[in-house]
DNA sequence: ATTGGCACTCGGCGTTATCGAGTGCCAGAG
DNA sequence: CTCTGGCACTCGATAACGCCGAGTGCCAAT
């Protein structure tokens, strides 16, 4: 059972490798005769044809029918991503379009996530997915009420790294904009420095308990209130390239790309399936362990078909990433595409994308 | 040339629309025999048969090769919506439905119109879209500029009907918030009621000349809150429904998906094909002729493959109507689906949801 | 005007044959 | 023991053929 005597040897891992980049590029069960003509591997076809049968003993490849070319499986992919793939290089020019366009919505999160989607899919002609930053774990630093209308109010947060969340509820309309004023302030005073998910309602009660308001107009305005600080987390996803995957061999039987299709519509789908699995740190994470130096601590991660447990996606990959805001707030971005997909063009796109936009976050406010 | 002469007799009329409602259902060219047997007709399939050939001979009617059954043309579906079909009423149960939903996300309005879309999508078995109130044309209210870090201020907008728009600019971060707060005060009393598309940087520079804030600093804020302001009209789209789309006969080549799912998928030719024609009056209204009394004046309207103008959208067609929310603003529903679409049970649901978010939107600020 | 009858068309489908890309295996060479 | 050229075999894809039947248009009879 040793990880190391499984250890794929020296030709194995060539031809795997081979295997994998031409079908991602063709699109068709490759074959031995091919692999020796485009791979100069200093070998006959014959010899590869015994590899290629080794490999598929031991689950890397499969063939769709006798008498077809090898196809890579979910093993194939996966060992194709941890050990033998060689990330490209983003082209300059690339990065500075892609720093370029980031650059220019640094100023609104949702803008900025828009952008980076719409990079991501273009960039790798896939689909891609952007996730606003989880804000349950972030902190309080400054609440606003405002009368919008008799009985209408904004209520409005400003949370860690000046993330905005605004939501209108309805209260009481013989409150008037002062009181609320009032209990804002109270509010602000009291739990700024709160974690939004360890604010309780009693806790606001207290904070608000000397504002002069009525108590049964006060319990209602912060039950509203309260309300909206548990929901502060939205689930919005940004998803852009929809087409571009119908372009796809895959997806060409209207099942499967009905299946896709559907996945990518359900925001909590597409939210569970994006989301760092927080305390089960064992999940296949992209190891990074052939990054070059300077990115060594990338993390990205990349789940393969069957992996994505996913009833109907089992010809898709997600590949995924968290960027960073400041104070810890997090989020996702990620790329979705047919199994078969160019992980490693992929993998340096999101990787840019990400540094950029962490890049950008963490330095926002110091730039002018 | 006159459309009276034109004008279908009896039977051509009962058959065009027997023909259309066959198609819709069975989604196959619908033939002679076919006919007699299921909409009692008192004929013979040989009479139907010439019928049909004189309908095809006026362009209502098309056959996709000889000895096949008819199919509609874009004429043949534009007649019966304009005068054959009748408009199936909604079950109670879906009314109720349809209205407890909507009732819920009343407060928020892009809630409103994700909940609205996700009812037209199900309930229709099509793709549907709403689109946010356009707002370059309603009235500033409120307008409040908060500082969320140094450097960072939220123009926050309140405009006619108690719309909310914000925005994050930046600015220099020499200013405080009571600064910020004199500006916003002094421009809301100056050029509250005024037009957002009327207020020029001018006026701005005017309204907020007296407080005492340095001009170049004052300047800049004032154009980044003007050009907030300019922008209030982003042009969000809330598509639901897209598999529904994939599980229709016209989609099954990928090519037709393909096109459609594109041009779901872009905000600005959405936007373009969803809104009402301003000045263009004559642009085929839904006339409404037949509807019952009550709803005479809802005004939907209906476009038909060729009638988009719309490379790769000819097979399907848009149904829209306009929502109102107080002070004349206004902003798009649509059902978008194959051309063979069950045109009645669509304009049916459609002129519902309408009617429902009007009602609720007038009433809101009344109600507790 | 309507209708039953009839000849005609043509797409869809199942059958069959053919082709060729690709494999597995093996015997012989290095 | 490894590698390779050769060979038999498999099987999907494509094309050709024929048949069936749904559906039409036309016409003569009522």
Known sequence: MSREL????GRKRTILRAVVEEYVEQAEPVASRCLVERYNLNLSSASVRSTLAELEQLGYLEQPHTSAGRVPTDRGYRTYIDELMELEPLAQETKEHIRAQLQESIDEIPELLRQAS???????????????????SSVLRQIKLLMIEPGRVLVLLVLSAGVVRDRIVRIPDILDQGQLARIAAAIEQQLAGCKLRDISFVMMQLAAADTQVPESLLNQVLFETWTAIQQADQLA???DGMPNLLRHREFHSIARARDVVSALSS???LTGLMEPPEHEAKAIPGSGENLPAASAAVPWMVRIGQELQQQGLEDCSFVTTTYHLPERLVG????????????????????????TIDHLLTWRSSRS
């Not at 499984?6 to 040897?9: F, K």
């Not at 719409?118 to 349950?136: H, K």
């Not at 971005?333 to 990400?354: E, K, L, Q, W």
Request: aromatic residues 8%; positive net charge.
């Open 267 to 269: 925001d909590g789908l």
């Open 237 to 239: 996803t940004y998803v």
């Open 6 to 9: 499984n250890r794929l040897d």
């Open 332 to 355: 996702s971005i990620g790329v979705v595409g047919p199994r078969r997909m160019a992980y490693s063009r992929v993998i340096s796109h999101i990787s840019f994308v990400r540094q």
């Open 118 to 136: 719409g990079l991501l899919s273009q960039g790798t002609g896939y689909v891609s997915i952007a996730l606003q930053p989880r804000v349950a």
